[in-house]
């Protein structure tokens, strides 16, 4: 046998070797203590989103967790609002890191909220407020809470850790960018859940189509997914099962339809997010 067949029969076996060993690795345990209901941005068809308000309400309504989205100001406080301006939920108008903490909290963040895109507004005037990331967790220990980081800002990582660095477990830290979950990681030690960003989520499907999964070794707890994503079914048994394999959870947003729920749920889905926790928690108790 010549050199150069030897030399490609070698390769071959170390790399029928390394699969193997990839397939044998101990895998990671799915977190099942993570709760299903999770209302997206509170309950956020029937109170201001991203409110205490919103989060009182959804906590009523029997949401185990509680999902939101945060920036920080322009003197490094976390707040809790989806958008990077004020201009869509509140009276008025600004990027939320040129404003500082004061200047967002004397805003009505429930201005232009209408239940069910109504005509009446019925938070108007109430004094409802753009609250800081502590006051949530604060408000609502026995909650988990996903956190949502909406932009890239010098030093939002390390505010945020600050924020929650009493929190313990019970925070899972999430972002599509990148930049943002690797320097979350970096920051804590690996100490903080993370979700996986858009990239790493495209490369897990991708895999497991392929049925490769195995090659992850995913430094996230979760994959949080559309149903279907460019006209692609995203949760489908195949990749719920290959994310269960690698101990990771799939999430799916936003699910508003009890029918859809349960369809989820019964792929292996093991966190619903949702407009309408209260439906979600009517067909939790139902199954």
């Not at 502590?134 to 996903?146: I, Q, S, T, W």
């Not at 499907?205 to 079914?233: H, I, K, M, N, T």
Request: charged share 30%.
């Amino acid at each position: 046998m010549s050199g150069k067949w030897i030399l490609a029969a070698f390769v071959a076996g170390c790399g029928a070797f390394a699969v193997a060993v990839l397939r044998k690795a101990t895998k990671r345990r799915v977190n099942e203590g993570w709760p299903t209901n999770f209302a997206h941005r509170g309950a956020s068809l029937r109170a201001p989103e991203n409110t205490l308000e919103a989060f009182r309400l959804a906590a009523r309504s029997g949401a185990g967790g509680l999902e939101l989205d945060v920036h920080m100001t322009s003197d490094g406080r976390v707040v809790v609002i989806h958008d990077d301006s004020v201009d869509r939920t509140t009276e008025g108008t600004g990027l939320v890191r040129r404003m500082t903490l004061h200047e967002v909290q004397s805003l009505d963040a429930g201005y232009r909220f209408t239940p069910d895109g109504g005509t009446t507004y019925p938070y108007r005037d109430r004094d409802v407020r753009v609250p800081e990331l502590g006051e949530v967790l604060r408000e609502f220990p026995d909650h988990k809470v996903n956190i949502d980081i909406k932009e890239e800002q010098p030093g939002v990582e390390a505010a945020l850790l600050e924020t929650i660095e009493d929190a313990g477990d019970r925070v899972l830290v999430v972002s599509e960018m990148q930049t943002v979950v690797e320097r979350v990681r970096e920051l804590s030690g690996n100490s903080i859940s993370t979700g996986a960003s858009r990239r790493e989520i495209g490369d897990f499907y991708r895999l497991s189509r392929l049925r490769l999964e195995f090659l992850v070794r995913p430094p996230y707890d979760a994959l949080q997914v559309p149903v279907e994503y460019g006209g692609r079914e995203v949760v489908t048994p195949l990749f719920v099962k290959a994310a269960h394999d690698r101990g990771v959870r799939v999430d799916v947003w936003t699910i508003d339809d009890p029918e859809e729920m349960r369809r989820l749920l019964d792929l292996g889905a093991d966190v619903i997010m949702t407009n309408r926790p209260e439906v979600l928690e009517g067909v939790l108790r139902a199954s």
